[in-house]
């Protein structure tokens, strides 16, 4: 298993955290997410073998909910979509 760490934009609150978990937990190959609020910072867990597909996978789906890496284009339609992931990961986490 090798560990890997993103650090993502537009990361606000544990309603944001919780999409995050779920997002990167959905992939296949990905285990022990943590999600740091203070630092922006998710980091995992993965296959050695898979770390490469899995990373690119984690991107695209922190990207499509609102939350691209710091580096990339933080886009006004990523904004919005952050707060929507985030009511969503609120919803879900008080379930």
Do not use: W
């Amino acid at each position: 298993m090798q560990t890997h760490e993103l650090h993502i934009q537009n990361l606000k609150c544990n309603g944001c955290a919780s999409t995050v978990r779920n997002k990167v937990s959905a992939i296949p190959g990905i285990q022990e997410v943590v999600v740091d609020l203070e630092t922006h910072r998710v980091q995992f867990s993965a296959a050695d073998a898979d770390i490469e597909a899995v990373l690119v996978q984690a991107k695209h789906a922190l990207k499509a909910a609102g939350y691209p890496e710091v580096g990339d284009d933080n886009t006004l339609a990523n904004k919005a979509m952050s707060y929507v992931s985030c009511a969503i990961g609120r919803i879900e986490g008080a379930e």
